[in-house]
């Protein structure tokens, strides 16, 4: 008999998938949106407030503390109470905080802030890739999660235009520009009411009945009937199940005692090789991107004219997301993630060696092409490798895992420059990257694998 599950996988691509993932995609704009403008807002502050580098590493990496805290216990409340209501809480926290760090009378007042926003923006990103993941049909799911995270390359976009035209008008340019953080607050509401809940989060709950009507409205948006009966959950796992495939439990029998701990004999190489990746992601990308228009001034580039630069390397990321998305379903998640966390340690090398403008821009623009086409693939990946009960703590703490590294990355880049320069700097970044190539390798593919059987 066809579960639930099932018939969502077996769905055409509907307006209901277009409006979920462009639900959960201008949230996760509005995130890099974010995370980008703090970049900015250093830059500035520097000049402005005469912030030595050690200051502005704190602003940089305090944020980041809280999104590792936040990812660890946003993956922990997706599993217990569901993945729109933590979406929607995240939404709310960051987007109150930051408008209030537009107010920020001092460096203090600003950190305080920035940990908070830290707190909402950790949670949400897991949270956002296992929603969109639970509805995709199975034979595009990794593409439509590559989207998604595409998605986060329109906020980065969005925060440097807010960077170049905003934050040079004048001494408060700054706080114009954390202002915007505002919006989020209010989106929270659209996602609260006009996104659904996972249909195998209701079922893991016992709430089946809202389960059903769920699945109904996506058939319904798909023009499929509805079968006549429909079980209250999947079969159970028979014996001659393969090993390493986890087959979906009865409804009676999801209880604590079904959830498989991350750390599993099955689960735990899988666990490690992604803890690997999102930590050497997570150092590259924040210690390059979180401080690239400080560099920048630092090579003695205007203000105006380093955030320019700044704004046409974003401008790579899309492209990046868009071949990502394309080749995860031709050559499969592994490869695709591995080839473009190697693509990016080879950017990130050359980004180091560029003395001229015509340099620094062309490995710039590859660096964000191929880090950003790396993020989407890893995001797809993650929500696959675990069962349903433990998915959204299994990517929420691989995330925070991965947030220890953005932490420390901004914190190391002032030392790293004074002891080698640039070079120094991404050669250390480039290093990272081979690194977590070398750990994705290792993973195991999902491409057309039901989410149940992993």
């Known amino acids: 008999m066809t579960t639930r599950t099932e018939r969502l996988d077996g769905l055409p691509f509907t307006r209901k998938h277009r409006r979920l993932l462009l639900g959960s995609g201008v949230g996760w704009a509005l995130d890099a949106m974010d995370v980008g403008l703090i970049s900015f807002v250093m830059a500035a502050l520097a000049v402005h407030w005469a912030l030595t580098p050690t200051e502005l590493s704190w602003i940089g990496s305090i944020g980041f503390v809280g999104m590792a805290i936040g990812a660890a216990l946003g993956g922990l409340l997706a599993d217990r109470i569901g993945r729109r ?7 709310l926290v960051y987007g109150l905080a930051t408008g209030a760090a537009a107010l920020s009378t001092g460096i203090a007042v600003l950190i305080v802030l920035r940990f908070i926003v830290g707190l909402g923006l950790g949670a949400e990103l897991p949270v956002a890739s296992t ?10 799911r990794g ?3 590559v989207i998604l995270e595409g998605f986060w390359a329109v906020g980065w976009i969005m925060a440097a235009l807010i960077g170049y035209f905003v934050v040079p008008t004048g001494d408060d340019g700054w706080r114009w520009a954390l202002a915007v953080g505002l919006v989020p607050a209010a989106y929270a509401l659209v996602i609260r009411f006009g996104l659904p809940e996972s249909v195998r989060f209701l079922e893991s709950k016992g709430r089946v009945d809202e389960a059903e009507r769920i699945v109904r409205q996506y058939e319904a948006s798909a023009g499929v009937e509805p079968p006549d009966a429909t079980p209250a959950a999947a079969p159970t796992a028979t014996a001659g199940a393969a090993p390493d495939r986890l087959e979906p439990v009865e409804e009676s029998a999801r209880g604590e005692s079904a959830r498989e701990p991350i750390w599993s004999p099955r689960l735990r190489r899988r666990t490690g ?3 690997i990746v999102w930590f050497g992601i997570n150092f590259s990308y924040y210690g390059a991107f979180i401080w690239l228009p400080s560099l920048l001034v630092s090579q003695g580039f205007d203000l105006v004219r380093s955030f ?8 790579a990321q899309l492209p990046g997301y868009a071949v990502a998305a394309w080749l995860i379903e031709v050559w499969g998640r592994r490869v695709t993630l591995a080839g473009f966390l190697s693509g990016s340690a080879v950017a990130a090398g050359l980004f180091g060696l560029a003395g001229s403008p015509a340099t620094i821009i062309a490995a710039g623009m590859a660096l964000s092409f191929f880090n950003l086409g790396a993020w989407g693939a890893l995001y797809a990946i993650g929500p696959e490798l675990y ?4 998915r959204g703590s299994g990517t929420g703490a691989a995330a925070a895992f991965g947030r220890i590294a953005s932490i420390i990355a901004p914190l190391l880049v002032p030392v790293m420059l004074g002891a080698g320069g640039t ?18 390798f290792t993973l195991p593919e999902r491409k057309g694998v039901a989410l149940e059987e992993t």
């Open 273 to 275: 090789a992604l803890w």
């Open 423 to 440: 070079a120094m700097v991404f050669g250390v970044f480039a290093a990272a990257f081979v690194v977590a190539a070398l750990a994705a």
């Open 308 to 315: 320019g630069y700044t704004l046409i390397i974003t401008l």
């Open 387 to 390: 069962p349903t009960r433990t």
């Open 131 to 140: 929603l969109v993941s639970e509805f995709a049909p199975r034979r595009i």
């Open 85 to 91: 209501q933590v979406f929607a809480a995240t939404l």
């Open 143 to 145: 593409r439509v999660v």
